[in-house]
């Protein structure tokens, strides 16, 4: 029999040992190896390969880390996890891959490990299912939210960063025709996140698409979770405390400064090491607004009530006794005017306050201005600070820190793959993952393999042409999520937004089959009246630019008040460059007090005299079906798969291309062009022929573009759409009226509402 060879290696490729496989009469390893699967638009297949059992010796049990023995196996030692190996036929690799123990037999027949093995993009596949977002590290990963950094940032590109700042209406803006740093969050590019990600995942990637100019101005907007980490947060905690009373004689109008002593015995505490308790200073870890709680212990003053003490909260004071060229932030006095006794008991103070990275931060008294004091309070006095979550200007921040916690480097590839029909090959060997969309995935015909000789005429062929599919492909992006403008907008215009339904030739069954985002909701433009700059004082129609919008309100007018702070991520085409309205005019933007022509913009179509390179939409004749799907459709629809017996060879099967097509020439009645679909249970120890699915690759052309299914308003003003007539579809056969169909107003589905 042949000689069979499944080799254990560790994650440097270092040979660990040979699997015994001695007491096999046959191998039972068949492999299956795949590109796409026409009949599942959402399926990417990879290589796999059945089950198989290998004895339990010795030798297996070490390089399986013997997870025979339950009570001594070692997790450390990733026992149960993959392992990479290579499978290896008289000599010539066939595969390689991954083995995993599932199942250990032990009393039975005979003793044996049950492996699964795993090959191609399953592995990859699986990794980026379970890599966070967040995890990844970015290119500058530390950022200083500042308007220098934004713009710095903004004119940079996807080369140098993974993230950009751009202007998107969310409301919320407290200056009109201005803008401030907190109206720009970060993005992230989609090339960034895909190029991290699987470069995190030890894997190479090649693609022209993700090189294309336009592709790396993709931008994501994860709804960031722009707030400090529970730990950076934590870091700027103290929780402080007097250790014994103090009495003190105070001037008039002298000054305090309250030292704290304790700083460690809990409940006192001082996280990052921020508060001296000599001095009695709270040196600022980072910028931001803080909340403070002093509690008075007993305070007491001997003297006229009705002179009123105040507490005095202090940002660069110079000393104990004087605040210098410091700033007071807060006064509050310290007790109501009364009678005697002058004792007030406790008191709790709470403020916020605004400190920048490095500010001096202390806590004062200060006497009334009109005599002398005798001013004590017990050794209970207590101070806390700590800094609210939300990142604020100035603040220091990590661009992984902002993405939402459950998002998966996964979710943005399959988004990726439904929006531009991305086929994938992954070569093992190197590591390496190339990916383009179906046109330009395959080689060209003159580097196709000449199978013709492979074809086992006699075994038979079957011709087999795709019905699985329902007569209705909806393309849609994900439901919206407290969008709420682009919600009404929906209802008023009765249609699903960026939503095309492609309708197949009669003989598909009827019914809808759907290929839906599961990450990115579609987005909307907007006429950025509140960030464009006045014109000599006047506002200036002409001028005002255009951006995408996410609002928490369907308003005709006027901006949201509240920001929105909780939506479905959207992705769009990020631009730092001018526009230009209808009349030549050069718009601007209002960047931090500062009139630009330069303007940092998202688009997600083509709106307001504002081209979108990329139209994100699926609908319109450039939109993502038209430029994507449109060819692949025409062969679904007109075209064939050759299923069919040859002789493939294990050199045949390990040296499989994806990106090659196939040429069979004879029989005529077959002859051409094809992509692989399927390599099926291929067995390298048999000189039986393998079973293969070809797909026809021909030039059909494309199919037909439903110019009725609307895009984008195209209007410079928002709301000024009205709902697109509903045109019913009759279907008669001769005079005889069979079936009459209407849009769906709510769903923009096309329904049957005679039969």
């Known amino acids: 029999m042949n000689d069979v060879v499944i080799r254990i290696l560790d994650t440097s490729n270092t040979v660990l040992g040979d699997l015994d496989l001695t007491s096999f009469t046959d191998f039972p390893l068949v492999l299956t190896k795949g590109i796409v699967n026409l009949d599942n638009l959402k399926a990417r297949t990879g290589t796999f390969s059945k089950t198989f059992k290998v004895p339990n010796t010795k030798n297996n049990a070490n390089l399986l880390s013997n997870v025979d023995n339950i009570n001594s196996r070692k997790d450390y030692r990733d026992a149960l996890n993959r392992k990479p190996c290579v499978i290896i036929v008289s000599g010539t690799q066939i595969d390689k891959g991954f083995i995993q123990v599932g199942k250990v037999f032990d009393g039975f027949d005979l003793d044996s490990y049950e492996l699964v093995f795993f090959g191609n993009n399953i592995d990859w596949v699986k990794s980026a299912s379970e890599l966070k977002l967040r995890n990844i590290t970015y290119a500058n990963n ?87 980490t529970d730990d950076e947060v934590s870091a700027t905690l103290i929780r402080v405390e007097k250790t014994s009373p103090t009495n003190t004689i105070m001037s008039a109008g002298d000054l305090h400064r309250i030292v704290f002593q304790d700083d460690s015995v809990l409940p006192n505490r001082d996280n990052g090491s921020n508060y001296n308790p000599l001095t009695g200073i709270y040196t600022t870890p980072r910028s931001g607004k803080y909340d403070v709680t002093v509690f008075m212990d007993r305070f007491d003053r001997n003297s006229n009530p009705s002179n009123i003490a105040r507490l005095v909260l202090v940002k660069n004071g110079d000393s104990v006794s004087s605040i210098g060229a410091g700033v007071e932030l807060i006064e509050e006095p310290l007790f109501i005017t009364g009678a005697s006794p002058y004792d007030f008991g406790d008191r709790y103070f709470t403020f916020t306050v605004d400190l920048i990275n490095g500010d001096e931060f202390s806590i004062y008294i200060e006497a009334s201005s009109s005599n002398t004091q005798n001013v004590s309070y017990s050794s209970g006095t207590f101070a806390s600070l700590l800094v609210k979550s939300d990142i604020v200007e100035g603040d220091s921040y990590d661009l992984n820190n902002v993405i939402p916690k459950d998002i998966t480097l996964l979710d943005v590839i399959n988004d990726f793959t439904r929006m531009f029909n991305i086929y994938y090959w992954t070569d093992v060997k190197t590591k390496t993952i190339y990916l383009e969309p179906r ?114 309100e369907y308003l005709t007018s006027g901006l949201p008040v509240e920001i929105i702070n909780d939506y479905n991520p959207k992705i769009f085409l990020f631009n730092n460059g001018t526009q230009t309205s209808e009349n030549g005019s050069s718009r601007k933007i209002s960047l931090f007090g500062v009139e630009s022509t330069t303007i940092p913009y998202g688009i997600f179509e083509t709106y307001n005299n504002t081209t979108s390179d990329i139209n994100l939409s699926f609908t319109g004749s450039d939109g993502l079906f ?72 021909e030039n059909l052309g494309s199919v037909a573009i439903d110019g009725t299914q609307e895009g984008n308003n195209s209007s410079g003003t928002d709301n000024s759409n009205t709902p697109p007539p509903l045109q019913p579809i009759y279907v008669e056969d001769g005079s005889n009226l069979i079936e009459v169909y209407i849009e769906n107003p709510v769903t923009g589905l096309i329904e049957p509402v005679y039969r």
Request: one cysteine or more; proline letters at 3%; charged letters at 25%.
């Open 142 to 228: 530390v950022q200083e939210y500042t308007s220098s950094d934004i713009n710095t940032v903004n004119s940079g590109d996807s080369d140098t960063y993974d993230h950009c700042y751009p202007y998107i209406s969310k409301g919320g803006n407290e200056l009109s025709n201005d803008t401030q740093v907190k109206d720009f969050y970060p993005s992230f590019y989609l090339t960034g996140l895909l190029n991290r990600g699987f470069n995190s995942l030890g894997w190479k990637v090649e693609s022209s698409f993700l090189t294309d100019s336009n592709i790396k101005r993709l931008a994501c907007d994860l709804n960031p979770y722009f707030k400090l």
């Open 439 to 552: 046109d330009t995935f395959f080689e060209s015909k003159t580097s196709a393999l000449d199978w013709t000789n492979k074809l086992d005429i006699g075994k038979g062929y079957e011709v087999d042409y795709i019905s699985s599919y329902k007569r209705n492909i909806e393309f849609k992006y994900k439901d919206l999520n407290n969008d709420e403008w682009l919600k009404g907008w929906q209802d008023v215009n009765k249609r699903i937004h960026a939503r095309y339904n492609h309708v197949l030739p009669d003989r598909f069954a009827e019914g809808t089959n759907t290929v839906e985002l599961g990450l990115f909701s579609a987005v909307y433009a907007h006429v950025a009246n509140e960030a464009t700059p006045l014109d000599g004082g006047l506002f200036n129609g002409n001028i005002v630019f255009t951006t995408i919008k996410i609002w928490n």
């Open 626 to 697: 038209s430029t994507y799907y449109s060819k692949m459709f025409k062969n679904i629809e007109e075209g064939g798969r050759l299923i069919s017996y040859l002789n493939l060879t294990s050199s045949d099967v390990d040296n499989l291309d994806f990106r090659k097509l196939v040429y069979i020439n004879t029989p005529s009645k077959v002859s051409g062009y094809y992509l692989i679909e399927q390599v099926i249970d291929f067995n390298p120890l048999t000189d039986s022929l393998t079973k293969v699915s070809l797909f026809k690759f």
